[in-house]
């Protein structure tokens, strides 16, 4: 093995440097990576994997990002938005299956009647699930007070991927209107963190315009602003975005597949017991993708559990899977890839990450 990857691999914390050099790792060092995270993930987490039943409950969005199936400008897709009912019946099916907790996922909408839905849900979900239930919401950026609403209406978790950390990047990406703003994002962050949430973010891998440089940074942003959980996946193109126009500029399928399991790898390593979802893009590229994902670093997986008839209209991305699928085949087909993964189903655990629980530990012994 190259010496300089062995050495770096001796620590647990990486540098810029260090961390570009992983990312540029051979086959046969980055087996040393990866051997590298699983010994962290078992000692750090084991080998339990919680399921997020996943209810994409909408998909209006009033954004355009570049990258994304579902941007406002997008004529040809059907949108819709699940009712009261269907939303509460998906959330009861997870809570009756033992999933432990739920992720509430829709495109971007700011409004006094989103918000006073998504409140009302929250509560009714709650009145159902107790407090041993996780709720997460991924409903993008929103203004503080309605964080803190929906935080005190049982909400405990806030998904919101930076998508990249670097601001012209992001700009390459994101049209340039008050809609998209970088500054804004990361505020988003501090305020989620502020309010009591678990925070999650991430990133794609492979973004036209993306470096290796600007991934080390994610990495090092992601560690700097202390989050409790992370979604990162492959980019895909999508043939009806504006970024598809470029789509001859990016890095082979197979390579971005294996550049986001070492960005994984990377971040088990770095932050040893935070929760790490194995996405469902990584699946797009290769068929066991998030088995893989668990093997090196993961330990969350989200089965789709929106209605099958709705699916189609959620595609983010494409070659998407989970499309012809129902709730229950999601869930068969789940345990059976997380116990080819090795992995054992937590069932009935809301799976709190445990950087979570060390981070309020240490603020209470702060205010003893
Ligand atoms: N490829 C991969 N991931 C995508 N997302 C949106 N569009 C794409 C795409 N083309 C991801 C974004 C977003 C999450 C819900 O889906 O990271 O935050
Ligand atoms: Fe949906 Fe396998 S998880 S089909």
């Not at 107790?130 to 005190?152: A, D, K, M, P, V």
């Not at 998904?159 to 990406?173: P, Q, V």
């Given at each position: 093995m190259?010496t300089s990857i062995?050495n770096?691999l001796q620590?647990?914390d990486?540098s810029?440097d260090?961390?570009?050099?992983?990312?540029?790792?051979?086959?046969?060092?980055?087996?040393?990576?990866?051997?590298?995270?699983?010994?962290?993930?078992?000692g750090q987490i084991?080998d339990k994997?919680y399921l997020?039943?996943?209810?994409e409950?909408?998909n209006?969005?009033a954004?355009?990002?570049?990258?994304?199936?579902?941007?406002?400008?997008?004529?040809?897709v059907?949108?819709?938005?699940l009712s009261?009912?269907?939303?509460?019946?998906?959330?009861?099916f997870?809570?009756?299956?033992?999933?432990?907790?739920?992720?509430?996922?829709s495109?971007?909408?700011?409004?006094?009647e989103?918000?006073n839905?998504v409140d009302r849900l929250?509560?009714?979900?709650?009145k159902?699930t107790?407090?041993?239930f996780?709720?997460t919401?991924s409903?993008?950026?929103?203004?503080?007070?309605?964080y803190?609403?929906?935080?005190e209406?049982?909400?405990?978790?806030?998904?919101?991927r930076?998508?990249?950390?670097?601001k012209?990047?992001?700009?390459?990406?994101h049209p340039h209107?008050?809609?998209?703003?970088f500054?804004?994002?990361i505020e988003?962050?501090?305020?989620?963190?502020k309010?009591g949430y678990q925070?999650?973010t991430g990133?794609?891998v492979?973004?036209p315009?993306?470096?290796i440089?600007h991934?080390?940074d994610?990495?090092l942003?992601?560690?700097?602003?202390?989050?409790?959980?992370?979604?990162?996946?492959?980019?895909?193109?999508?043939?009806?975005t504006p970024?598809f126009?470029q789509?001859?500029?990016?890095?082979p399928?197979?390579?971005?597949?294996?550049?986001?399991?070492?960005?994984?790898a990377?971040i088990?390593i770095m932050?040893?017991?935070?929760?790490?979802?194995?996405s469902?893009?990584l699946?797009?590229?290769?068929?066991l993708?998030?088995?893989?994902a668990?093997q090196?670093?993961?330990?969350?997986f989200?089965?789709?559990?929106?209605?099958q008839?709705?699916r189609?209209?959620?595609?983010?991305?494409?070659?998407?899977?989970c499309?012809?699928?129902?709730?229950?085949?999601c869930?068969?087909?789940?345990?059976?890839?997380?116990?080819?993964a090795n992995?054992?189903v937590?069932?009935?655990?809301a799976?709190?990450?445990?950087?979570?629980?060390?981070?309020?530990?240490?603020?209470?012994?702060?205010l003893?």
């Amino acid at each position: 093995m190259n010496t300089s990857i062995k050495n770096i691999l001796q620590n647990n914390d990486f540098s810029k440097d260090d961390i570009i050099e992983l990312l540029y790792a051979n086959q046969s060092e980055t087996k040393f990576l990866y051997q590298k995270a699983k010994e962290v993930k078992s000692g750090q987490i084991g080998d339990k994997v919680y399921l997020r039943g996943l209810i994409e409950f909408s998909n209006l969005c009033a954004k355009d990002c570049f990258y994304c199936g579902i941007g406002k400008s997008n004529k040809n897709v059907q949108r819709y938005s699940l009712s009261d009912r269907e939303i509460i019946q998906a959330a009861q099916f997870a809570f009756d299956e033992h999933y432990g907790s739920i992720v509430l996922q829709s495109g971007e909408v700011k409004s006094r009647e989103f918000e006073n839905r998504v409140d009302r849900l929250l509560k009714q979900i709650r009145k159902i699930t107790g407090n041993n239930f996780g709720i997460t919401l991924s409903c993008g950026e929103q203004n503080e007070s309605t964080y803190s609403r929906w935080f005190e209406s049982g909400a405990n978790r806030y998904l919101l991927r930076i998508e990249t950390s670097n601001k012209e990047l992001y700009n390459k990406i994101h049209p340039h209107d008050f809609l998209h703003i970088f500054e804004k994002r990361i505020e988003s962050l501090r305020v989620i963190k502020k309010t009591g949430y678990q925070v999650g973010t991430g990133i794609m891998v492979g973004l036209p315009g993306q470096t290796i440089s600007h991934i080390a940074d994610d990495i090092l942003f992601m560690k700097a602003i202390d989050i409790d959980m992370c979604g990162i996946g492959p980019y895909i193109e999508h043939k009806e975005t504006p970024l598809f126009e470029q789509r001859n500029t990016l890095m082979p399928l197979n390579a971005r597949f294996e550049l986001t399991l070492k960005v994984l790898a990377i971040i088990r390593i770095m932050m040893k017991d935070i929760n790490i979802a194995a996405s469902t893009a990584l699946q797009s590229i290769d068929k066991l993708g998030r088995e893989k994902a668990i093997q090196i670093a993961a330990n969350v997986f989200m089965p789709n559990i929106t209605p099958q008839s709705y699916r189609k209209n959620y595609n983010l991305y494409d070659n998407k899977p989970c499309i012809a699928e129902s709730p229950v085949e999601c869930q068969s087909c789940t345990v059976a890839r997380i116990n080819l993964a090795n992995g054992k189903v937590a069932f009935g655990e809301a799976g709190d990450a445990k950087h979570y629980l060390h981070r309020m530990n240490r603020r209470n012994e702060i205010l003893i």
